[in-house]
């Protein structure tokens, strides 16, 4: 049986393996600091969850609902992949999410309809049992975050105690109906190309239970940020305030420090060495 420190090192080979593949796919680097924060996310994950980790009977257990229909007749199949413990008489379906616990906590009723759903595919489809569904949150708190950064263990150690990653979310199964009923919709909407924004307002405010406002958290990180016509009005509203420089906004690259690492991290010193010099 390997001991933890073997495990944390193996981990750490193939988060650099995976590293290089997805370089190689998808044609992006990270900067050296960025490739330790990603190493630091999956390290605190797995010291604080290696647990449940371990108690894993069916791991990414892919759960399908076929041959839905829309209201205009479309048909459609909702899927999704969850994690199973059985332990002593009770089992557990856990959803992995990459949104911090704060979050989930404050808005339960966005995932307890998916939720919801997988319960209904795993008891009554399957026909197995189930006793808990609950979101496993993959982000680090900050705290536990600043204590890495400036080494301190004891810091380490009490947040990484006080972190709750696993937040229980109760499921009903009565509400199946009406939650394949929205996903319908969806797909309705997706294939009539219907993609209209969420208005200002819903941009402008803060989101419940959190000190962020959609804005920031939610466009911040969304790719259809810079043809969003909502995201154009919010950051035009800022401009106007003084509180943002919209040419910035699009040209905002990072410091020059930052500029060189990401240009650094992104050259392909290998290939670079490998091409023979030309004759004289
Ligand atoms: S920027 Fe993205 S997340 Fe924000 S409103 Fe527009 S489409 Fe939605």
Known sequence: MMTDQEIEKRLAEIFAQNYELLKMEGGHALT???????FNQVLYYYRKLKEVASKVTDTEVKLTLPDQKTPDGRSFTIEGIVDIVREEDEVWMYDIKTHDPFYVMANKHLYEKQL????????NLRGNPLDHTAVISTVIPDALKE????GDTARIQKELTKWEP??????KEDNVKDTI???????DNIEKHCFTPPPLKVLDDKIYGTNSKFATRICRNCDARFSCSSFREYAT???KSGTMNF??????????????????ASIDLDKINSIPELPQ
């Open 166 to 171: 696993v937040i229980e979310i109760p499921y």
């Open 32 to 38: 050296e600091a960025g490739q330790k924060d990603a």
């Open 147 to 150: 204590a890495e950064s400036v």
């Open 237 to 239: 509203k800022l401009q």
């Open 181 to 187: 009923h929205d996903f319908a919709l969806v797909v």
């Open 116 to 123: 919801n759903v997988y319960a209904y595919i795993w008891e």
């Open 247 to 264: 040419k910035k906004y699009y040209e905002d690259f990072g410091t020059d420090a930052e500029q060189e690492e990401f240009i650094n």
